[in-house]
């Protein structure tokens, strides 16, 4: 197996203490394991709306603003590549949903982790189904 070592977080002109580190490379793994994947390097990049607007344009070839983008380097059976989140809409979320801001970015960041291990939200069934294994996983963290 290998060890939580391979997910990393960085920040993109964004100021914020992540808390909990190891704890959320557990529960990453966790995620990664109970879907029955291995993983390999991922990277979370938390960044400003403009950097996800850019990258968005970019690569994706859409002007709208998004909370999260994935970048996939694995293969059917291993979890591999860099989730982009914008720190600006895990705030503004948060306070549309009245949820607290880690709760928020846990959603985010297992939102990515799923995409990554080759779940899509695309149809109103794809959408429903990632919800639910969301609130699933988000149940699983050790803190609230």
């Known amino acids: 197996m290998v060890k939580n070592s391979c997910i990393t977080f960085y920040k993109e002109g964004v100021q914020f203490r992540l808390q909990s580190k190891g704890l959320l490379k557990e529960w990453i793994m966790k995620i990664i394991t109970n879907e029955g994947k291995t993983a390999a390097p991922i990277s979370f990049i938390f960044c400003t709306d403009e950097k996800l607007f850019e990258i968005n344009l970019k690569y994706l070839k859409t002007s709208e603003l998004t909370d999260v983008i994935t970048f996939d380097y694995g293969d059917p059976n291993t979890v591999s590549g860099d989730v982009f989140i914008s720190f600006d809409r895990v705030i ?16 985010v960041m ?14 109103k069934q794809e959408k429903a189904e990632m919800t639910r294994k969301e609130d699933l996983y988000l149940s699983l963290f050790p803190l609230k």
């Not at 503004?92 to 959603?107: C, D, P, Y």
């Not at 990515?112 to 899509?120: R, Y």
């Open 92 to 107: 503004e979320n948060a306070n549309a949903f009245k949820v607290s801001f880690n709760n928020e970015l846990r959603r």
């Open 110 to 123: 297992v939102h990515g982790t799923l995409h990554l291990a080759g779940f899509s939200d695309k149809t």
